[in-house]
């Protein structure tokens, strides 16, 4: 049998970073997790509750989280960072009150910072959220891997697998379906290779996205 790992965690220390920086007891992992989840969660919902999206992506690439005794340190790497700053720093600090409301810390300081990304389309993330919204508006199948893939190239990658599963177009039975441009060689661990598994809710059930791009070899 075929023994699958996820991309991101067969690289940690190699090509990887991890996304969350802290230190806890054993005894105390399992609540800073709980809390790395509610950070992610709450950006998450606010602006999808409070930002017009026009192609329905939010445009965040990864979040990454680096707590202090006395601070947590949040950066939001994003594609499109027009959503949150056009509101200036009222949003910023709307968002901030609300994790620490979501988290009720009052002796921790959060702070929120935002960093722009060059090419979104070149994230796996941001692509994701991009074929779900085709998805969700009845585009074929093909179609939005293929309009995906033409994003991706832009963004000046060397390869791309898309694999989408699930009932896909309605149809009765749940089937996979893959489509892979250029090199994605997941063996080697010097590949530096961007990965995300993203669920889509459509009208006719559950959709799973999982997307791998191979950015460069060290």
């Not at 009765?172 to 590949?191: F, K, N, Y």
């Amino acid at each position: 049998m075929g023994q699958k790992i996820n991309p991101l965690g067969f690289r940690l220390g190699t090509t990887q970073n991890h996304h969350s920086i802290w230190f806890a007891q054993p005894k105390n992992y399992s609540e800073g997790l709980e809390e790395d989840h509610k950070i992610r969660e709450c950006i998450k919902n606010y602006i999808q509750k409070n930002m017009k999206i026009p192609s329905g992506v939010e445009g965040i690439a990864r979040i990454e989280i680096q707590k202090r005794i006395d601070l947590i340190q949040v950066i939001i790497y994003m594609g499109f960072p027009k959503l949150l700053i056009e509101g200036k720093t009222r949003r910023i600090e709307e968002l901030q009150v609300n994790i620490q409301k979501e988290l009720n810390c009052t002796n921790r300081k959060v702070n929120i910072a935002i960093t722009r990304i060059p090419n979104p389309y070149g994230h796996p993330n941001i692509l994701a959220e991009f074929i779900a919204g085709q998805l969700k508006n009845r585009v074929s199948f093909r179609k939005a891997m293929k309009k995906a893939i033409e994003l991706t190239e832009q963004a000046d990658t060397k390869g791309i697998q898309i694999q989408i599963a699930g009932r896909i177009d309605g149809k009765e039975i749940a089937r996979v379906e893959w489509i892979r441009e250029g090199r994605v060689p997941l063996q080697t661990i010097r590949a530096k290779i961007d990965y995300c598994s993203y669920t889509a809710r459509t009208i006719y059930g559950v959709l799973g996205i999982k997307i791998w791009i191979f950015l460069e070899e060290e």
